[in-house]
């Protein structure tokens, strides 16, 4: 026994047609038994397949009326050809009429050319939306993967493999790349007529511009190119310890303006106007010691203390042992100790140039001992070097740590880091061990960085929403010097 369901979709546009389609339904009695209750996915894919070709056939239709309407004269533009055009949507593959208007041959003498009026309001073959899904998937998840989840839930065509998920991620990655770039010539050009409005309060944190900046090592693809290339990550806020990070950005490129064009750029999400305390944080490497000097002043750059502390971590860890076992080394160096931990006390609170004497004293009483057979010994003498030679490179970037955590402001780039893990690590490296090319690992960054900073729908959307993009000629006459003429 079965049952037959029709649905009827029926819709009725500006100029009162009605437009109607029917489909079929059955649904088996037997069926109950295999759990097969209600409609499947598969019947619901049906009905949006027939809805989703009823509406974008209406919209297509209506929309290319109104575009052969010559917006000057208010006359139809002249018939080039009619031909048909698959428009791509999560709903299915739709094949609409797809005609050609020639331009106004009153309004535009002595020029011959063609639109295609479906071009403006899907250059793609395929809609914004599953465009932005398509992204959204594929920088979330693996390509393979992403293209099963489409196919599982949505009535797309067996054409939208892995590779199709690839390609429409790094093109959406591409246009926010340009977006991004266009945003910030803009901007440099109009940098004298900024102002930045806000008042400085004494005690606000949220008067300093933090920018915690790392770098990401991602495997390379190119064989002619080294093992690893690096991604600079950063995340650009304002305000101290427990408040939102702010904005994320993420390029491929380590040039000094390169960086500083993208960090400007997110600063301006954040309310800066180029005035200003600006902050640096970075855990000192030399491709993110550019980005300070090439910051608008005033900027600070400030090291890292996790990665001071870390350093410091293993040799209190090694002293205290030495103190605990009561061994040969604790006679010689009975406040091994107390040294190490005067001398993280010291960086804490920015007496630089006392922890430097400090631990070139300690290291000649480490070397002093090295006669002694104990590994100790040597392995706290090499970690004391590493130390010595990190402080010294970054001595006029280590500042009062102790002032500055008592004030509410950040200290560590722990924004960065988790930039690091939840932006690169997560697709690219930590969970997923694959190998990538660096303009490709760039682009999808892109479209990770937009999603992670919840724009990624505005900036797919924002060329729709420009004022009417026609082919126009150097010279538009108008009707009154048509008449004269």
Known sequence: MAVEWTITIEGKNEFGDICRREMRITKSWESLFDGDLGLSINDGKKIMVVLQSAVVAHEAETYSLFRRVCPDCHTFRPVKDY???????????????????????????????????????????????????????????????????????????????????????????????DQIMRETWKARDQADDRHQLEMQLPGDRRKEFVISIDTAHVRSAERNSARNFELVVARCGRGGRGEPGGRYFVTGSTAQHAIRDRALHALEGVGYRGFGDVTVISDGAEILKRLPRAMPKPTTHIIDWFHIAMKIQPMQQIADHIVRSRTRPFAILPTIGRDIRAEKWRLWHGRVDRAIRDLERLLAKLQGSRQVSEFSIARLHSLGVQLLTYIRSNRGAIVDYGKRHRAGLRVATTLAESAVNSLVGKRMVKKQQMRWSLHGANMLMQVRTAEANGELRDRLRAPFRQPEANVLPLFKPKPPLLHAA
């Open 83 to 177: 031909t048909t055009r698959q428009i791509r949507t999560v709903f299915g593959t739709v094949k609409v009429r797809n005609p050609r208007w020639m331009l106004c041959r009153e309004c535009h003498l002595g020029i011959d050319a063609a639109f295609a009026p479906l071009n403006e309001i899907c250059p793609d073959r395929a809609t914004p939306e599953l465009m932005e899904l398509t992204a959204r998937l594929g920088s979330t998840m693996p390509y393979r993967q992403a293209a099963k989840v489409l196919a599982e839930f949505l009535p797309i065509e067996p054409t939208e493999t892995h590779a199709t998920v690839r390609k429409r991620t790094i093109r959406i990655g591409e246009r926010l790349d």
